[in-house]
């Protein structure tokens, strides 16, 4: 029983082109978390959401954003991305003991 | 500042071996540590944290705070058990963001 639901697995875009990623759950959790992790490293944190505060990391470009509608959802977007930004993109929930993670979505730059 | 350091980035055993994943920290306060696992081509998994106590797959780790370290060990490695192993840590109450150590993959060979 998949919890956190990552849609889709694989995206591809072009340089420049904006693309979305989403992320559901079904653990009602409070917060959500959005990581970049490339290849062979460790997932690096983009973003979180306390319900629908939102708290960027420092060094997270401004290029990505995210957008929370409710509970259950949690976007990603790339505004244009460029060829440093193909990674794995995995969503995680926390309700308090410990995070879980979706399967990531692969996000490859033509 | 908050870092979590892994120093083997690989390590190879022999089925039945025992092994152990160094993890060292640093951070300003109780940290909650945790150890979580990947395995080819499936989703970041909790294995372990501290607070819980317990093993998992044979695994076990304890946190020694005077020399700030969350170990992780198994006395008797098996196949299966190859992967990516990650320690991280939190600030207490479990729902702050992750740390992640830069991980140590883990391979048993036959």
């Known amino acids: 029983d998949a919890m956190v639901i990552q849609n889709p697995r694989y995206q591809v875009t072009q340089f420049g082109k904006p693309v979305t990623l989403s992320c559901s759950q079904t653990l009602n959790h409070n917060v959500m978390y959005w990581y970049q992790q490339k290849s062979s490293q460790a997932p690096k944190l983009l973003f979180h959401y306390y319900d629908k505060d939102f708290n960027n990391e420092a060094d997270t470009p401004d290029n990505f954003q995210s957008r929370r509608p409710n509970t259950s959802f949690c976007f990603l977007d790339i505004r244009s991305p460029g060829l440093g930004d193909a990674a794995m993109y995995l969503c995680a929930t926390s309700g308090g003991w410990g995070q879980h993670f979706g399967d990531g979505t692969r996000l490859s730059i033509l | 500042a908050q870092r979590v350091t892994q120093p083997e980035k690989l390590l190879s055993v022999f089925k039945g071996a025992p092994v152990e994943l160094k993890c060292n920290y640093s951070?300003?306060?109780?940290?909650?540590l945790f150890w979580y696992v990947q395995y080819s081509r499936q989703r970041l998994q909790l294995l372990l944290r501290h607070i819980s106590r317990e093993s998992i797959k044979g695994f076990t780790a304890d946190l020694n705070k005077g020399e700030t370290s969350f170990h992780l060990k198994k006395p008797f490695a098996q196949e299966e058990d190859s992967a990516m192993y990650y320690c991280?840590?939190?600030?207490?109450?479990?729902?702050?963001?992750?740390?992640f150590g830069k991980g140590t993959k883990l391979t048993v060979n036959p």
């Open positions: 951070y300003s306060g109780s940290p909650e």
């Open positions: 991280a840590l939190t600030g207490q109450g479990g729902s702050e963001k992750l740390v």
